[in-house]
């Protein structure tokens, strides 16, 4: 028979002739075709041809096929090779989905190449930055996703994923850069002070606005005495609202106050202090009581004006006489404000005092006002003029003058 030749196909593409992983054909002996006794022609013995892969990798998977030819036609055979592995690496990037104070959850996709075998779960591991050592974050990890927790606040930390299946793990997917563990907004900031809405005998109660940057979680009141630099805290627990009553507080006593917002990342800036607040009824409006308002006064003495009331003792007290200002205090006027009664002295009284006064006792939630009439009085001026002299005798004469020009106030006898 005529000498065949064999050629080889691998996924539908001719592998070369020169290939070294294909072995010629093996010649066969060489001796003629003998016809047998009372049998068939003896067919000569054939050859072989082998294609052979010393080390196979994924890519030699495929379909092989062997065509052997000669002049009298042709004789093909396949097979189907199927290379097994461990799975390439997951397919990156590998990075973080949410980062907290103390977990990072990580993503990353399933290796594009399996291995010819089905990936049955996934190796996570992890390091602090600048270390050398890997430790084990788990190794039964079926899903392309893990949070990692127990991490340290603040501290940046490396990561890799490698794939398994049945022949083994794959090379590693790195985070390409190292991941703080933080949480993913800062404390809160922006608050504004604080509104002081009334008061009682041991009590002040405030309200306040949400910050004006970053979420907020609640928050803590502090307080701290009048005159006093250390601020200490005025709630038990925290705050999920936007007022609070500070209770048991010691009557008469002045504090500040100040609201500092919270949330995970931690405590924010605290708002500026409110005014000072005394521990007391709430405040009221001045109203004025029964006041004498028929004052006679001895031009030379002092005379007070005495006006009693009733509720929150006055901010600011002014006197007018005659509708124009009286400066207070002055040289000559002084006033002493008192829980119940406001009392405006004149140090030594002058006829030119005489007339009508108002008092006006204002705070911060109201005003109230008096009029009361001042009358002066002292010694007369000196008679007007001329003096006239008449009827003059031996021992007697006869004077004539004017009365003097006194106001009503003035007292002759």
Known sequence: HPQPTVSWVHNDKPVPSNDPRVNQPIEPAARPAQPLLGGPLEESPGGTSVFKVPKASRA???????????????????????????????????????????????????????????????????????????????????????????????????????????MGLSEPLMTSKPI????????????????????????????????????????????????????????????????????????????????????????GEPSEPTDVVKVQKPPTAPKILDVKKDITAKEGEPFKIVVPYMGTPPDSVTLTKDGKPVPLPSDRFDVQITPDEVIITDKKAEKDDSGRFEVALENEKGKDQVAVQVDVKGPPSSPSGPLEISNVTADSCTLKWNPPKVSKSAMLE
């Not at 990156?92 to 010819?116: F, H, M, Q, R, Y």
């Not at 404390?187 to 009682?200: A, L, Q």
Request: with cysteine; hydrophobic share 30%; glycine share 8%.
């Open 60 to 166: 030699d998977s495929g379909t092989y096929q062997v065509i052997i030819k000669n002049d009298l036609g042709q004789a093909t055979s396949s097979c189907k090779v199927i290379v097994q592995d461990v799975p390439a690496a997951p397919t990156g990037p590998l990075e973080a989905s949410d980062v907290k104070a103390d977990e990072i959850t990580l993503e990353w996709k399933a290796p594009e190449d399996d291995g010819n075998e089905p990936i049955t779960n996934y190796v996570l591991e992890k390091r602090p930055k600048g270390a050398t050592e890997w430790q084990k974050v788990s190794a039964f990890l079926t899903t392309p996703s893990a949070t990692v927790r127990g991490l340290e606040e603040g501290k940046e930390y490396e990561f890799r994923v490698m794939a398994e299946n049945a």
């Open 180 to 267: 703080k563990a933080k949480h993913p907004f800062d404390p809160p900031s922006g608050m504004d002070k604080p509104n002081v809405d009334t008061t009682t005998e041991d009590s002040v109660s405030l309200s306040w606005e949400p910050p004006r940057k970053g979420p907020v979680s609640g928050y803590i009141v502090e307080k701290r005495p009048k005159g006093e630099k250390t601020w200490s805290k005025a709630n038990p627990g925290t705050i999920t609202g936007n007022s609070y009553t500070v209770k048991g507080l010691p009557t008469g006593k002045e504090f500040q106050f100040r609201i500092v917002p919270i949330n995970a990342a931690g405590e």
